[in-house]
């Protein structure tokens, strides 16, 4: 009778060890649920963040935060990025695409190799977000126009063989232009600093 004692303590204890780590698994399952339904309705953002690969940081230029606009560029063998491009590395800035967060626009055309100028695009409230230049082409963009309607635009480029370059509207609403055409000299990177909001 001991033994039959002993084996029923002995299997209470051990249903015991299951039940607890059972709960235990429950508890962390409903957080991990709960972790879910919390990402799910947040708002997804108005472009999938790209990411980029491995890279020689110390290369890659980082985008500066307009807080009025979100910028992602398009960059040789990495795609579309949240970077404003490379320095010393020979990638081509490919494309630009731009997302207007607050109310007010910014109007942008590119030069790209063998193509030329581009038709100028403009975000709007209605129209949020524009991309220029090309993608899966392997062709360059040469040079930038940007300007905002009412407001003062500073462009800053890294160009092949020049470096940097920057240059600013000297009138609210007035075009700058950065960059070069008919030197078949590749841009590899820009910044965006709109200004006098």
């Not at 209605?126 to 082409?137: A, F, K, L, P, Y």
């Amino acid at each position: 009778m001991a033994r039959s004692s002993e084996s029923r303590a002995s299997g209470r204890t051990w249903r015991m060890r299951v039940g607890a780590a059972v709960a235990g698994l429950g508890i962390a399952l409903s957080a991990l649920a709960g972790t879910g339904a919390a990402s799910a309705s947040t708002e997804p953002e108005p472009l999938p963040s790209p990411s980029l690969p491995d890279a020689p940081m110390g290369g890659m230029v980082p985008m500066q935060n307009t807080g009025t606009f979100k910028i992602w560029t398009h960059i040789q063998d990495y795609g579309w990025t949240t970077m404003a491009g490379s320095k010393g590395l020979g990638l081509r800035l490919e494309g630009i695409r731009i997302y207007q967060s607050g109310d007010k626009p910014m109007c942008l055309r590119v030069h790209v190799a063998t193509i030329g100028w581009q038709a100028a695009k403009c975000t709007s409230t209605s129209n949020r977000q524009i991309t220029v230049g090309t993608e899966g082409r392997s062709l360059a963009i040469e040079a930038v126009e940007a300007w905002t309607p009412g407001y003062n635009m500073g462009l800053t480029a890294h160009i092949q063989n020049i470096g940097d370059v920057t240059a600013r509207s000297t009138k609210a609403g007035g075009h700058v232009t950065v960059g070069t055409t008919g030197r078949g000299l590749r841009m590899e990177a820009i910044s965006f600093a709109p200004y006098n909001w």
